[in-house]
């Protein structure tokens, strides 16, 4: 029964399951609202050196979820300096619908290396605190590219929303 997970009782519908033991599966007694939790979705290995493209990241809501906060949107793991690219993040694609993150906003990220300073970089978020989203997909687009080979990831930390 290598690679199975079983279930210890019964998870109340609503309750976040939670790990008894190796394999095993429990109620964790909690509904997701009283976690306050934030969720993540990355794209890995984005191509900071391809001018205005579009790179999808999914959005996934909990059951009885409809719409989401944005509480960051992160870009590290660069592979050179992304100091001469732009970027923005769009609810559709080709830089339309709302702009979560503005239009032509300069990358400072100019270090690859762990333990060093501007290794990472977080976005400003339009309206972060005035506006939920219902899109299941957002767009990270580059808009200027590095102008040399350049890959990094990109992760959008939300809160879903009843």
Do not use: E, K
Request: hydrophobic share 35%; aromatic share 8%.
């Amino acid at each position: 029964m290598s690679g199975s997970v079983l279930q210890s009782g019964n998870v109340t519908p609503g309750h976040l399951a939670s790990w008894t033991t190796d394999g095993v599966i429990q109620d964790a007694g909690v509904t997701f609202t009283n976690t306050y939790g934030l969720f993540q979705s990355t794209v890995q290995q984005i191509n900071f050196n391809s001018t205005n493209t579009d790179n999808p990241i999914p959005i996934n809501l909990p059951a009885g979820y409809t719409q989401y906060r944005i509480d960051r949107i992160l870009l590290s793991g660069a592979t050179a300096s992304l100091s001469t690219a732009t970027c923005g993040v769009f609810t559709q694609t080709a830089a339309a619908g709302t702009a979560v993150v503005t239009t032509g906003t300069a990358i400072t990220v100019t270090q690859t290396a762990g333990d060093t300073n501007n290794n990472l970089q977080s976005f400003t978020i339009n309206n972060q605190n005035t506006l939920a989203f219902i899109d299941t997909t957002l767009f990270f687009r580059v808009q200027n590219p590095q102008g040399s080979p350049a890959l990094g990831n990109v992760t959008i930390f939300y809160q879903p929303l009843p």
